[in-house]
């Protein structure tokens, strides 16, 4: 008796520490190394495993900064390695800061694309891409009013014929978006980008709180294996420091609804809610403020009555000049 409780006890706690250990085999969802990048960032050198550098970006011991809070600059970082995992999570940790209260621009975007180091107006990237961009906007080029506030996060899917609206911030080729402020936090901040069965799911964690709140769940939405994946940022006349801290790219397993030898390399990028870029009208000129109308009527009337007085003066002097010519 006592030897089959001791068997027992034993079994149990031999289950209790291997359960883990067999959880643990039995899953993909691991974080996969040449598609990540953590600190220490420095390899040999100036050289950082499995990561390419463009323009403004430089290197330091917490962060990688893709633009300093300066006008004009443009600066990326790029994946080495194509990405063939068919589900998969990208987690960003960052920081958008700089002196700016209540001017600040012009945002980062996070890409998975075909083209990889291809500098350009998107962001510091190229337009007219093939795949993936959240976009982190946080300066408003549009004229009218808005229905959203910035900073904004949308997402954009492209097959290569799309154009990205800077003047309408995308409004006019993004599949969904939210409202988020993330700029000048002194805790973390982190934003989640996964692709699941077809489903593209952001989160952000922006108040520090270690969990996630879903900004944009788009289904149906169609990538292609063997894409790269990358960060970009731009500023103009408006700056920010866009910092990039850690990206962690997990592989999800695959559902069992999913045909596991199904070949997506050449699948084109698409989604259900896919459209074409409506066509571009200009916003109306807004009415003129009650003060701004009064001086102009003023103005108006002061011009009416000038001319008025001229033409009496100019009358008057005809007049004299032909009872001249009678005597």
Request: a neutral charge; proline letters at 4%; hydrophobic letters at 35%.
């Amino acid at each position: 008796m006592l030897y089959e409780k001791l068997s027992r006890a034993q079994f149990f706690y031999i289950f209790i520490f291997i359960s883990p250990i067999l959880a643990e085999w039995n899953t993909k969802d691991y974080v996969r190394r040449e598609h990540s990048l953590t600190k220490p960032y420095q390899g040999s050198g100036m050289s950082v495993p499995y990561w390419d550098f463009l323009g403004s970006t430089i290197v330091t011991a917490n962060y990688v900064r893709l633009t300093p809070d300066l006008q004009s600059k443009s600066g990326a970082i790029w994946n080495t390695a194509p990405c063939y995992t068919r589900n998969w999570e990208v987690q960003v940790q960052f920081k958008v800061h700089g002196r700016g209260k209540d001017l600040f621009g012009d945002g980062f975007a996070l890409w998975y694309v075909r083209d990889r180091m291809q500098p350009g107006p998107v962001f510091g990237s190229k337009d007219y891409f093939n795949g993936l961009a959240i976009i982190l906007d946080t300066y408003s080029n549009h004229n009218g009013a808005h229905n959203h506030q910035h900073p904004y996060i949308s997402a954009m899917i492209s097959n290569g014929t799309l154009h990205y609206d800077h003047d309408r911030d995308g409004t006019h080729t993004q599949l969904a978006g939210c409202e988020a402020k993330f700029r000048n936090y002194n805790h973390d901040t982190h934003i989640s980008i996964m692709y699941k069965d077809d489903t593209l799911i952001v989160s952000t964690d922006l108040e520090g709180k270690n969990a996630w709140k879903e900004c944009l769940k788009v289904e149906n939405v169609l990538l292609p294996t063997g894409y790269y994946f990358g960060a970009s940022a731009t500023t103009g006349d408006l700056s920010d420091n866009h910092d990039i801290i850690a990206i962690k790219m997990y592989e999800l397993d695959l559902l069992d609804s999913q045909n596991r030898d199904e070949d997506r390399s050449h699948i084109i990028p698409s989604a259900a809610t896919f459209e074409a870029p409506r066509e571009r009208i200009d916003d109306s000129k807004p009415a003129m403020s009650g003060v701004k109308t009064f001086l102009y009527m003023m103005f108006i009337a002061i011009v009416i009555i000038v001319l008025v007085v001229l033409g009496i003066m100019w009358y008057q002097k005809r007049q004299e000049h032909s009872r001249k010519r009678l005597y």
